[in-house]
């Protein structure tokens, strides 16, 4: 298998989490995909990363659907289970890995962003402002759900999705915005990213 990624994108490290506690630890391809990196772009037409070719050759992108792979092809109990088991773990899961996935994405759309409008500034911007309300927001809402996305053990018990989402969203926050006075203090979502370091799958994909 091959996995198309960067260093910086969160979306990759989501998917990277998920993939290593579900046992494949592939190293990775570093592509540029704003440099229309020709293996990026024969695998996957939106020339995006996280992409992940398969060994037959198949190309998987978007990564929660590298993760519906992952859950549909590596089931517990050989693997964990990382969307939970009863309805309503699953139902307590997707709603909290959405608010982390919705700020994701208008933090990366931000950036984005910027680089369409340079060297006209876009954070001030209605638009720039509506996407900082979001991660504003979603941070706070995520900082009250800390304690119940925070495994009883972070050392053994992998964490489920909603805790990789808001894991992935903080580190993301503090590697780009970590100098804007807008960003609010959320010590138990910091304390969650710190705790699951623990685990290799957090520690080893962190930002750079
Ligand atoms: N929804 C996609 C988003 C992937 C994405 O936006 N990746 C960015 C890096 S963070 C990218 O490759 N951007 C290049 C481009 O938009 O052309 C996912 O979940 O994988």
């Known amino acids: 298998m091959q996995f198309l990624a960067n260093t910086t994108s969160p979306f990759v490290r989501i998917a990277e989490i998920a993939m290593i506690e579900k046992g494949l630890q592939i190293e990775r391809t570093i592509v540029d995909p704003w ?12 020339t995006r990363v996280p992409t992940l070719v398969l060994d037959d ?17 590596r089931k517990a109990p050989q693997w964990p289970c990382l969307i939970g088991e009863t309805p309503a773990e699953v139902r307590a899961i997707m709603s909290r890995a959405g608010i982390a996935i919705g700020a994701i994405e208008a933090s990366v759309h ?4 910027r680089k369409v409008t340079a060297p006209a500034p876009f954070d001030e911007t209605p638009v720039g402002l ?29 964490p489920k999705l909603d805790a990789i989402c808001a894991i992935v969203l903080y580190d ?10 807008w960003l609010p203090s959320t010590p138990a979502l910091q304390m969650l990213s710190v705790k699951m370091r623990a685990r290799s799958s957090v520690n080893d994909t962190q930002p750079h």
């Open 35 to 46: 440099a229309d990196d020709a293996r990026l772009r024969s695998a996957n037409a939106a």
């Open 57 to 73: 050759g198949t190309p998987l992108s978007e990564s929660l659907l590298i993760i519906q792979w992952l859950e549909a092809t």
């Open 110 to 113: 931000t950036i984005i962003t």
């Open 130 to 158: 509506r996407r900082r309300r979001t991660m504003v927001e979603a941070l706070q809402r995520l900082e009250e759900f800390a304690g119940d996305m925070t495994p009883s053990d972070p050392v053994a018990v992998p």
């Open 172 to 181: 993301y926050m503090q590697f780009r915005f970590g100098d804007k006075d």
